[in-house]
């Protein structure tokens, strides 16, 4: 990555460091002003006043769900050193399990700047009185586990980990733990249950994690971009958080755009930027001879917005109003050649084999609207389908499952049929998908597409 | 009347020194024997390609749990291979991003130039091809993993020239060790600021 000279730790402070080919080892990092946080949180900060600058600063958390990290820091117990009722262990969990299609900005940070989250991880632990800390990093991400080995070796033994840290009576062991797959695992509970050796199925909450979470012990679960902001939070201050961002939720974003774009990639921009300015600005706009049709703001769980909200911006309260969901705000674009009801079996059929099996809505649930949808694609579909699917949307709903995969399946389901209801009775009425046969999921698409005369409709 | 045989298996007998080691590393740092479970089939397949019944009570045995229970955990993960697997496991992304970008095509030429399907193994033994959920390459679209290995901007073309390129460099490695050889930065996410 190309670094330049406009970008500094006070705009772009998640990515200014990034080095994707060499990252800095700890010599250079802390020449370029890394564990100035770790150390005025350990040296001159209690565990309270850290906390109070993230709960001032108004951060929210990066993984998907933007819950405030204060808050959540905030529900962990403290003691005294000398409470006899004080658990033997907390924990803090970074989860590195980034396996959210179309998400893909963790992975540059662990890849390019390793130290951050080495460091980011020291400050929250401490906070929140953790002696033990875990990476829980997705198995197919090895060159991050690499680079993240590497650089908890040299924290190791330059004391930024272990015993008294920088003369500190403060602790800490900082592990990596890979995964071995299952997109349930970025559930926090169910993380909890993977790294316990378990079967990676969601707890019930209450109790919380904060309360009772690893081994049964207070434990905190962060995402790595929500966790590598602490660092910088710390150093420069609540209020310097805030003016990073011209809307209520503060600081820089990392977005994301995939798709068929001119120049698909990532960005740290303030948060709230447009969906316009990244997607025509930043990704250079649609790739040539393509319009767009429509777009997930943050993820395959998160609802498609339309070309009429391009300018809404990424935040978590303006996409809320708009209908969907920043997520992980990582934009995925679908194009007006690509068949929206293929897209949808792709992400839901994503869902359907990702589900743990533990509740029935969403066990059943999935695998029964993947059938539906085949059908419609493959120009089988029944006019009844289509309130099949909608009834799927209702069971599958919050409430009515043990965790939030489903209704993260039914976001992209139930707006699609909303908003590309002309596609999906078009696929009935003619008995074949109207789209070109080339991208769709189904063998059959081609010979369908013939049948169908093989031209596209926007 | 049908007799049901019991075997007496001894762990040590049937797991290296090395794995053992690298077991208990695993032990060490976690609360519970337990909690090791997932790491140390990733271990004992690293060395071996997949995860035999033998391997599997073998683990079992070590960290203090039921076969039962350890069969429940790799059988949950889609990374622990349960069936014997070719000396490369090439893992097509097929979410949302690929998807949008064509992967069914590459699929279809790896298909066609191997003469497997998913979850098939090449007769040389030297190919499994399984699907895998989004691969964080999603600006790099469509792309696979072949071991610690990620391949990005796939065609068709491409994905044979791959193949065909670790069908002439077999020299008989286990997986493990050609791995481990490979510098796994060799392909990595490129991050775009204006």
């Given at each position: 990555?190309?670094?330049?000279?406009?970008?500094?730790?006070?705009?772009?402070?998640?990515?200014?460091?990034?080095?994707?080919?060499?990252?800095?080892?700890?010599?250079?990092?802390?020449?370029?002003?890394?564990?100035?946080?770790?150390?005025?949180?350990?040296?001159?900060?209690?565990?309270?006043?850290?906390?109070?600058?993230?709960?001032?600063?108004?951060?929210?958390?990066?993984?998907?769900?933007?819950?405030?990290?204060?808050?959540?820091?905030?529900?962990?117990?403290?003691?005294?050193?000398?409470?006899?009722?004080?658990?033997?262990?907390?924990?803090?969990?970074?989860?590195?399990?980034?396996?959210?299609?179309?998400?893909?900005?963790?992975?540059?940070?662990?890849?390019?700047?390793?130290?951050?989250?080495?460091?980011?991880?020291i400050i929250s632990a401490y906070t929140i009185g953790?002696?033990?800390?875990?990476?829980?990093?997705?198995?197919?991400?090895?060159?991050?586990?690499?680079?993240?080995?590497?650089?908890i070796d040299e924290a190791y033994s330059e004391n930024?980990?272990?015993?008294?840290?920088?003369?500190?009576?403060?602790?800490?062991?900082?592990?990596?733990?890979?995964?071995?797959?299952?997109?349930?695992?970025?559930?926090?509970?169910?993380?909890?249950?993977?790294?316990?050796?378990?079967?990676?199925?969601?707890?019930?909450?209450?109790?919380?994690?904060?309360?009772?979470?690893?081994?049964?012990?207070?434990?905190?679960?962060?995402?790595?971009?929500?966790?590598?902001?602490?660092?910088?939070?710390?150093?420069?201050?609540?209020?310097?958080?805030?003016?990073?961002?011209?809307?209520?939720?503060?600081?820089?974003?990392?977005?994301?755009?995939?798709?068929?774009?001119?120049?698909?990639?990532?960005?740290?921009?303030?948060?709230?930027?447009?969906?316009?300015?990244?997607?025509?600005?930043?990704?250079?706009?649609?790739?040539?001879?393509?319009?767009?049709?429509?777009?997930?703001?943050?993820?395959?769980?998160?609802?498609?917005?339309?070309?009429?909200?391009?300018?809404?911006?990424?935040?978590?309260?303006?996409?809320?109003?708009?209908?969907?969901?920043?997520?992980?705000?990582?934009?995925?674009?679908?194009?007006?050649?690509?068949?929206?009801?293929?897209?949808?079996?792709?992400?839901?059929?994503?869902?359907?084999?990702?589900?743990?099996?533990?509740?029935?809505?969403?066990?059943?649930?999935?695998?029964?609207?993947?059938?539906?949808?085949?059908?419609?694609?493959?120009?089988?579909?029944?006019?009844?389908?289509?309130?099949?699917?909608?009834?799927?949307?209702?069971?599958?709903?919050?409430?009515?499952?043990?965790?939030?995969?489903?209704?993260?399946?039914?976001?992209?389901?139930?707006?699609?049929?909303?908003?590309?209801?002309?596609?999906?009775?078009?696929?009935?009425?003619?008995?074949?998908?109207?789209?070109?046969?080339?991208?769709?999921?189904?063998?059959?698409?081609?010979?369908?597409?013939?049948?169908?005369?093989?031209?596209?409709?926007? | 009347?049908?007799?049901?045989?019991?075997?007496?298996?001894?762990?040590?007998?049937?797991?290296?020194?090395?794995?053992?080691?690298?077991?208990?590393?695993?032990?060490?740092?976690?609360?519970?024997?337990?909690?090791?479970?997932?790491?140390?089939?990733?271990?004992?397949?690293?060395?071996?390609?997949?995860?035999?019944?033998?391997?599997?009570?073998?683990?079992?045995?070590?960290?203090?749990?039921?076969?039962?229970?350890?069969?429940?955990?790799?059988?949950?993960?889609?990374?622990?291979?349960?069936?014997?697997?070719?000396?490369?496991?090439?893992?097509?992304?097929?979410?949302?991003?690929?998807?949008?970008?064509?992967?069914?095509?590459?699929?279809?030429?790896?298909?066609?130039?191997?003469?497997?399907?998913y979850g098939q193994t090449t007769a040389d033994g030297?190919?499994?091809?399984?699907?895998?959920?989004?691969?964080?390459?999603?600006?790099?679209?469509?792309?696979?993993?072949?071991?610690?290995?990620?391949?990005?901007?796939?065609?068709?073309?491409?994905?044979?020239?791959?193949?065909?390129?670790?069908?002439?460099?077999?020299?008989?490695?286990?997986?493990?060790?050609?791995?481990?050889?490979?510098?796994?930065?060799?392909?990595?996410?490129?991050?775009?600021?204006?």
């Amino acid at each position: 990555m190309t670094n330049s000279a406009s970008q500094s730790s006070m705009t772009h402070p998640l990515t200014h460091l990034v080095n994707l080919s060499q990252p800095l080892s700890l010599t250079e990092y802390i020449r370029e002003g890394g564990y100035q946080g770790a150390k005025k949180a350990l040296q001159e900060l209690t565990p309270a006043e850290v906390l109070a600058i993230i709960s001032d600063s108004s951060l929210k958390g990066r993984g998907g769900a933007g819950f405030p990290t204060g808050m959540k820091w905030s529900c962990v117990p403290m003691f005294e050193a000398d409470d006899v009722n004080a658990p033997e262990h907390k924990y803090l969990v970074c989860n590195a399990d980034e396996m959210e299609p179309g998400t893909f900005k963790d992975r540059m940070l662990m890849e390019g700047v390793p130290h951050q989250l080495v460091e980011s991880m020291i400050i929250s632990a401490y906070t929140i009185g953790a002696d033990k800390a875990y990476i829980f990093l997705r198995g197919e991400y090895h060159l991050s586990a690499k680079r993240l080995q590497q650089a908890i070796d040299e924290a190791y033994s330059e004391n930024w980990l272990g015993k008294n840290i920088q003369g500190t009576n403060y602790h800490l062991e900082l592990y990596v733990h890979t995964s071995a797959g299952r997109y349930i695992c970025g559930e926090e509970t169910a993380l909890i249950n993977a790294l316990e050796g378990k079967r990676a199925t969601p707890r019930a909450k209450p109790p919380f994690p904060q309360v009772s979470g690893l081994f049964g012990k207070p434990t905190v679960v962060n995402n790595v971009e929500t966790l590598c902001n602490i660092p910088h939070i710390i150093k420069n201050g609540a209020q310097w958080f805030k003016q990073l961002s011209p809307e209520s939720d503060a600081g820089t974003k990392i977005y994301a755009v995939c798709g068929r774009v001119k120049t698909p990639g990532l960005w740290e921009l303030p948060m709230g930027v447009t969906i316009r300015e990244l997607l025509y600005q930043h990704a250079g706009g649609m790739a040539d001879g393509l319009k767009l049709k429509g777009l997930l703001p943050g993820g395959a769980s998160t609802d498609f917005l339309l070309p009429e909200h391009l300018d809404t911006p990424m935040d978590f309260d303006s996409i809320s109003k708009a209908g969907s969901r920043l997520g992980t705000g990582g934009l995925i674009v679908l194009d007006d050649q690509n068949c929206p009801v293929a897209m949808v079996l792709n992400l839901i059929r994503f869902f359907a084999q990702e589900s743990c099996g533990w509740c029935t809505p969403c066990r059943d649930g999935t695998p029964w609207a993947v059938e539906i949808l085949t059908r419609i694609e493959n120009g089988q579909g029944k006019q009844n389908d289509l309130d099949e699917l909608a009834n799927l949307c209702d069971f599958m709903w919050l409430g009515k499952t043990h965790c939030a995969l489903a209704p993260g399946a039914v976001e992209p389901l139930k707006s699609a049929l909303r908003y590309f209801q002309d596609d999906f009775q078009q696929h009935i009425d003619k008995g074949c998908c109207p789209y070109t046969g080339s991208h769709s999921q189904s063998g059959l698409a081609s010979n369908v597409a013939q049948a169908c005369g093989g031209h596209a409709h926007g | 009347m049908q007799i049901i045989k019991t075997v007496t298996l001894d762990y040590r007998q049937y797991l290296t020194e090395k794995e053992i080691l690298e077991i208990e590393h695993e032990v060490s740092i976690m609360e519970t024997r337990e909690s090791a479970g997932i790491e140390a089939l990733k271990i004992v397949q690293h060395h071996r390609g997949w995860i035999s019944d033998e391997s599997l009570n073998a683990i079992a045995q070590l960290l203090a749990i039921s076969s039962a229970q350890l069969e429940g955990v790799a059988t949950f993960y889609n990374l622990i291979y349960r069936q014997p697997v070719g000396r490369y496991v090439i893992h097509i992304c097929d979410s949302i991003s690929c998807h949008l970008l064509g992967y069914q095509q590459v699929l279809q030429a790896i298909k066609t130039h191997l003469g497997i399907d998913y979850g098939q193994t090449t007769a040389d033994g030297l190919f499994t091809l399984l699907s895998n959920v989004c691969l964080g390459g999603c600006d790099k679209a469509p792309v696979m993993m072949i071991g610690q290995q990620h391949y990005e901007h796939l065609t068709s073309e491409k994905a044979v020239a791959i193949l065909n390129g670790l069908i002439q460099s077999k020299d008989g490695n286990l997986p493990g060790d050609i791995l481990d050889k490979t510098d796994v930065g060799a392909t990595i996410v490129e991050v775009k600021n204006d």
